[in-house]
């Protein structure tokens, strides 16, 4: 079955930086696209980051020039590097892997932004 592990989450103080780790199985990995969504409360679930198999990356607008994602195929596992944090980036964060017809979602990692 498929199952997405996250992990790296944690506090940190604004400006600070993480690094998220999205450990997959169950699937093909490698022909997925992976994304990481975040949810803060209140909001809706939204998109941060998403990869393509071939390498092609998406950002939100909010995040762009401070997050990078990327992906180990070797590794099956997708990060999220979080530089430069706001408190407005506290949210729970989900990894996402999409391979038609399924979208599979992790359980989430908190991360909070406070001084």
């Known amino acids: 079955q498929v199952q997405l592990v996250e992990s790296g989450g944690g506090l940190v103080q604004p400006g600070g930086s993480l690094r998220l780790s999205c450990a997959a199985s169950g699937f093909a990995f490698g022909l997925a696209v992976m994304g990481w969504y975040r949810q803060a409360p209140g909001h809706e679930r939204e998109l941060v980051a998403r990869?393509?198999?071939?390498?092609?990356?998406n950002y939100a607008d909010s995040v762009k020039g401070r997050f990078t994602i990327s992906r180990d195929n070797a590794k099956n596992t997708v990060y999220l590097q979080m530089n430069s944090l706001k408190v407005e980036d506290t949210a729970v964060y989900y990894c996402?892997?999409?391979?038609?017809?399924?979208?599979?979602w992790g359980q989430g990692t908190q991360v909070t932004v406070s001084s």
């Open positions: 990869v393509y198999s071939g390498g092609t990356t």
């Open positions: 996402n892997a999409n391979l038609f017809p399924r979208s599979s």
